[in-house]
């Protein structure tokens, strides 16, 4: 289990009085998965070279069942076997194959272990076709998925992933994630996943954590948050919403009735896919709903609130 206690972290002494993390308190259990959110520089990254060990701490502690996690003050190597961690900038040999890569710290006295190894975690990362394609040659998206697999080789008990699906492309992005995150659960591995993708946290966080001025101000499961985000900067990440006498009211929450005390005049349709996006104006408010059809723009409608 990992447990962070009270911990306070800035980059330089003058910035203590700031803080990036101010008094963090929370714990992974083994297998767990938790997802950080939080708006750009507030502290996702941060948190996770904390946890790995990268910095020293201002306060605070942080242990994986017995060990505590020490920063370079005290840790002349910085990381531990049974911790992994996968930067946003990933750093790989580029004049070595994607297998050679992946086996780098696997050892060479189980030549057939190895070679099993290495095959089971190009197909986790889906690249079985470039196992002998120099890394230096591969796009950016294909060395993100690179790094994840070399990061698994040597199955740690829990892996830091910071935005880890952020350069590969919508084609297989889903795929992706749905084998990396499944991997993990069947493999016990506690993971930490930095991101600002939704879809990387609705399906298979088991707890997400919303990191706002130095602070954690949620840490709940993806569905209770949903149903009850709290902040708006939370319900944000879910999607569109309104706030309407001070109430979280996504836009699929909003249906057309005959009549209401909600009349809106259309301004502008999105195209969603299965469902329009729809921007009206009230006398005060911009007002967005979803509609199965485009509405047309002046076109005056009434709305309610529905579950
Ligand atoms: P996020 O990952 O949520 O976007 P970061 O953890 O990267 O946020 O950054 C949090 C804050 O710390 C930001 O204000 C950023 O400018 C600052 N910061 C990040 N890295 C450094 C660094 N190496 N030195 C000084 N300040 C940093
Ligand atoms: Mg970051």
Known sequence: MLKVQNITFSYTKKGAANPVLNKLNFSVNRGEHISIIGESGSGKSTLLKVIYGEYDLNEGQIFWNDTEILGPKYNLVVGYDFMKYVAQEFDLMPFITVEENIGKHLSNFFPKEKKERVQELLEVVELEDFAKTKVK???????????????????PEIILLDEPFSHIDNFHKQSLRRSVFNYLKEKNIACIVATHDSEDVLAFADRMMVLHDSEVIANKSPQALYKDPEMPLTASFFGEFNLINDRIIYAHQLQIVETSDLKVRVHRNYFKGHYYLIEGYTDEDIIFFENKSKLEIDQEVYLTSVP
């Open 137 to 155: 040659t591969l796009s950016g998206g294909q060395k993100q998925r690179v790094a994840l697999a070399r990061a698994l080789a040597k199955q």
